[in-house]
């Protein structure tokens, strides 16, 4: 009998509203201890425990993740930059994007518009189904911090959830592993940085006029000032 060779593939959900710094960290501790063949980002549409405040669009939230780990091609994104207008204020961002393009971009990392797609609430049960059926050779570990991980009980169908995949959960220290693995032991835990960041601080340093500079990815700063100026659509 011929078995399949299964490739181990991190899913890390999210708003990403904006995508920051720590969501890029996290990615990276993913890959170093979780074995991980490849890690694919799932932007969501719409949460299922909670309205999304100050929100960018779900094509905006996605183009900013793709542009934060180099995942969009150049070609691809001066064509999005045409197609909205925004080519000739853009030019100075497109060609720094492009110049970093080679040296950034990590075939192992891919964005997934899934969930964007699919509209409607996200439910990650779905989606890992959804990936699953498609791609019967993947081993799917879901990526997530502690917060999400001792909330799993109001994930929708979270007990077929767990016989489907693995789960990664980074630890920063602020709960006792021990007592959440004795609530769901199937979990795996690697450790991460205590990390004070989040995108609502971010979105609240945008209204008030304040900088992120330091919290977002480098390319992003770049591409929130050209943005900031051309781009009023937010909902």
């Known amino acids: 009998m011929k078995f399949m060779k299964k490739i181990k593939v991190g899913i890390l959900g999210g ?13 990276d501790y ?4 979780c074995g991980l063949e490849k ?15 100050d929100s960018f669009t779900p094509e905006l939230r996605s183009l900013m993740i793709k542009i934060a780990c180099f995942f969009i091609e150049p070609e691809e994104l001066m064509r999005i930059f045409e197609e909205k207008g925004w080519k000739s204020a853009g030019k100075d961002f497109l060609i ?16 997934s518009d899934s969930e964007i797609e699919r509209k409607g609430v996200s439910y990650t049960i779905d989606t890992v189904k959804e ?18 991980a001792t909330a799993l009980e109001s994930w929708k169908d ?31 835990f690697f450790p991460f940085p205590d990390i004070s960041l989040s995108s609502t601080l971010i979105r609240e340093n945008w209204k008030e006029g304040k900088s992120s500079r330091g919290l977002l990815p480098l390319i992003l ?12 659509e937010k909902t």
């Not at 993913?30 to 201890?33: D, L, N, P, S, T």
Request: glycine fraction near 2%.
């Open 39 to 53: 890690l694919i980002f799932v932007p969501l549409y719409e949460p299922p425990h909670k309205e999304m405040q």
């Open 158 to 188: 979270w007990k077929e959830l767990s016989r489907l995949v693995s789960f990664c959960v980074a630890d920063r220290g602020e709960m006792d592993r021990e007592e959440v693995k004795k609530k769901f032991p199937f979990m795996n």
């Open 131 to 148: 990936f699953l059926e498609k791609n019967p050779d993947w081993n799917i570990s879901l990526i997530m911090g502690m917060d999400q």
């Open 30 to 33: 993913a890959f170093a201890c």
């Open 221 to 232: 700063e770049d591409f929130y000032d050209f943005m900031i100026s051309v781009i009023s």
């Open 96 to 111: 720094t994007y492009k110049s970093l393009f080679a040296k950034k971009h990590n075939p192992k990392i891919e964005v």
């Open 15 to 27: 708003a990403f509203n904006p995508p920051h710094q720590a969501h890029l960290l996290l990615a």
